[in-house]
């Protein structure tokens, strides 16, 4: 449980760090850290599942941005400190207060950390490998009890997919 | 894009069969251990990007554009929904594991679990088809050209 809150405030320390670096390469170096520490908080919590899709994505997605960024420019464009910023960041810390105090709140109400709390879960847990006979329970839960989501989730990835074709060909376009 | 320096395109030779090979591991035992469709999906198209970042796009446009990445990931996702009515073929409702009830193999081994293997198979193939030509797509294509 340390290591979690430890991995945690590492995550939001490289999340700060990369809002506030000038160089824009370091910045997405160090949002690097939230995903790789997010890796290790999953297998922590005994989720590999998660853990294998998140590394994998998160280093596809490092390795496309860092591309991008040795393409184009490395320098952040300065920001001037003017009356509108002072009035967006009094703006942003009320509503962190109110965030802090209303989850607070929320959060005296759930139940202990690992405990069963909902009723499905346990018959997903318990009937799982005799009704469907896979071994790996997750395979089970997300493409056989909650399958309509998974066909959703591809058919949405699909749809993403033409939507980039169609925005980035050239065929069948008129000439400016 | 061109190609990198030849320490890296000997890496890339030695270490992506072993990725190619962990995916479809990945794809094909989704059922028995972590990972499934999505994960190998992920990691088959993250090894045919590493091929286009060390050997440049130049080199690889000929082979890229016979692999047909696009009309892949369509056969992908329509091969998942034909397998989601399968079991309204057999006269039961959508998505009904038909298989598994008629035929369950044995629990823990490769042939067990019905339809679910099979959806993972169809969702690997979709996932990594449908990155592959999104970076393709960023990558390589010019004014005129289709994939």
């Known amino acids: ?82 009356i509108k910023k002072i009035v967006l960041g009094f703006i942003g810390l009320v509503f962190i207060v109110v965030f802090i105090y209303s989850s607070i709140k929320v959060f005296n109400h759930l139940p202990e950390f690992g405990e069963q709390s909902l009723r499905m879960a346990k018959i997903y847990i318990d009937q799982g490998l005799p009704l469907t006979g896979a071994g790996n329970l997750v395979a089970a839960v997300i ?27 050239k065929v069948g376009r008129k000439r400016s | 894009m061109r190609g990198m320096t030849l320490i890296v395109k000997q890496i890339t030779n030695l270490m992506v069969p072993s990725i190619l090979l962990l995916g479809i591991y990945v794809v094909l035992h989704g059922h028995l251990t972590p990972g499934g469709g999505f994960a190998g999906g992920v990691l088959i198209a993250g090894c045919f990007t590493l091929l286009i970042l060390a050997y440049g796009s130049e080199r690889i446009k000929s082979e890229a554009k016979k692999m047909r990445a696009s009309l892949t990931e369509s056969i992908g996702i329509f091969l998942f929904w034909f397998i989601t009515i399968i079991g309204l073929l057999n006269g039961t409702y959508f ?36 990155l592959f030509s999104i970076f393709i797509t960023l990558a390589i294509l010019k004014v005129g050209e289709r994939l």
């Open chain 2, 95 to 130: 998505f009904y594991n038909i298989i598994a009830k008629t035929n369950p193999g044995e629990p823990f081994k490769l042939f067990s679990a019905g339809i679910i293997p099979l959806c993972n198979i169809a969702i690997g193939i979709e996932v990594g088809a449908a």
């Open chain 1, 143 to 169: 493409l056989d009890f909650r399958g309509y989501d998974t066909l959703g989730e591809a058919t949405v990835l699909f749809t993403a997919v033409v939507g980039v074709m169609a925005v980035l060909r």
């Open chain 1, 1 to 82: 449980m340390t290591t979690l809150i430890i991995l945690t405030i590492l995550m939001i320390l490289g999340a700060v760090v990369a809002l506030e670096s000038k160089d824009v390469l370091s910045g997405i170096i160090s949002l690097g850290i939230i995903g790789f520490a997010l890796t290790i908080n999953f297998v922590l919590l005994k989720a590999p599942d998660l853990a294998i899709v998140q590394i994998i994505i998160e280093t596809l997605t490092l390795i496309i941005l860092i591309a991008a960024v040795l393409k184009t420019t490395r320098e952040e464009t300065a920001e001037k400190y003017g």
